[in-house]
């Protein structure tokens, strides 16, 4: 839960958590045949350390009034989110890795609110995410709760106007509650991000506009927790985490290759793929040998 400190045991049991779900995002993007590998890979402990440890969730009761929010404004990574909500409990691992991008199930292409058990927020079209969350946050204030708002973004995101217009509106309105992570991995479809559209000075530009911002190795589960932690001891003004990631992290002819934004791994790809996840990189020796 969010302001909790974490101790170096549960730090080893959510790396372990955190590298089941990237085998299982190779698994289901493998079934589906089509689909997005960087970015979910690299978002990984991003994910796991919320859904494992910050947010106030209640699995069975995905619908709890009371619990914490979190938005992916990004929805093309959505197979980290719904590895993530089936490792927590959500769904079935299974119904995840078989049914992923398949029509008449509830493992969509694009994150849809109203058909998966967890997912908070419709996604597809990019720099639309901050918004909604801006909105979660408001309408806490407006209640009197206290549940938290997070939302994910990526960096290619912030080519979009819609996305600085909400970072205007929600640093003029000090919304404390709502804290913003940025995948900062450098990619998009089209190639690396400052070619495509440069974004730097990224932090001193939200700094700007009221953020304080927060920036941190994105793939350290440790620098997650106590980033989140950080953001929480924040008052009138909303926080933004600019999280250094690894796009395609763990696999490594995917690691920092924009090719892999948008594309899935064949079944020779797959293979090596899981080897090296399950040998962590060959580390270790594979069980599956």
Not at 56 to 77: E, M, V, Y
Request: hydrophobic letters at 40%; proline letters at 5%; glycine letters at 10%.
């Amino acid at each position: 839960m969010i302001g909790e400190d974490i101790r170096e045991a549960k730090i080893r049991k959510l790396e372990k958590i955190a590298n089941q779900i990237r085998q299982d995002i190779i698994k289901a993007l493998l079934n589906a045949g089509s689909g997005h590998s960087a970015g979910p890979l690299g978002m990984v402990e991003v994910f796991t350390a919320l859904y494992f440890h910050i947010l106030n969730i209640r699995p069975k009761q995905p619908k709890w009034p009371d619990r914490d929010r979190f938005t992916l404004s990004n929805g093309h990574i959505n197979p980290v989110w719904y590895a993530t909500l089936a490792h927590r409990g959500f769904f079935a691992r299974r119904e995840f890795v078989t049914s992923l991008r398949k029509l008449n199930t509830r493992m969509l292409g694009h994150p849809h609110n109203l058909a998966t058990p967890g997912v908070e927020n419709s996604g597809g079209p990019l720099g639309q995410g901050l918004s909604q969350a801006i909105g979660m946050s408001l309408a806490a204030k407006m209640d009197g709760k206290k549940y938290q708002v997070f939302c994910a973004m990526s960096d290619g995101e912030y080519d979009e106007g819609q996305i600085w217009e909400a970072i205007m509106f929600a640093g003029k309105n000090k919304l404390d509650n709502l804290t913003g992570i940025i995948d900062r991995n450098n990619i998009q479809i089209d190639g690396v991000t400052e070619d495509v559209m440069p974004l730097e000075p990224l932090r001193a530009k939200i700094e700007a506009f009221n953020w304080h911002v927060i920036e941190i190795d994105g793939n350290n589960i440790r620098q997650v927790v106590e980033a989140c932690n950080q953001a929480y001891g924040i008052y009138e003004r909303p926080v933004m985490i600019i999280a250094h990631t690894v796009p395609g992290k763990g696999v490594d002819f995917m690691e920092q290759d924009y090719k892999w934004h948008g594309i899935p791994p064949n079944k020779d790809q797959a293979k090596a793929a899981l080897k090296q996840l399950r040998t962590l990189g060959g580390r270790i020796r594979s069980e599956h040998e």
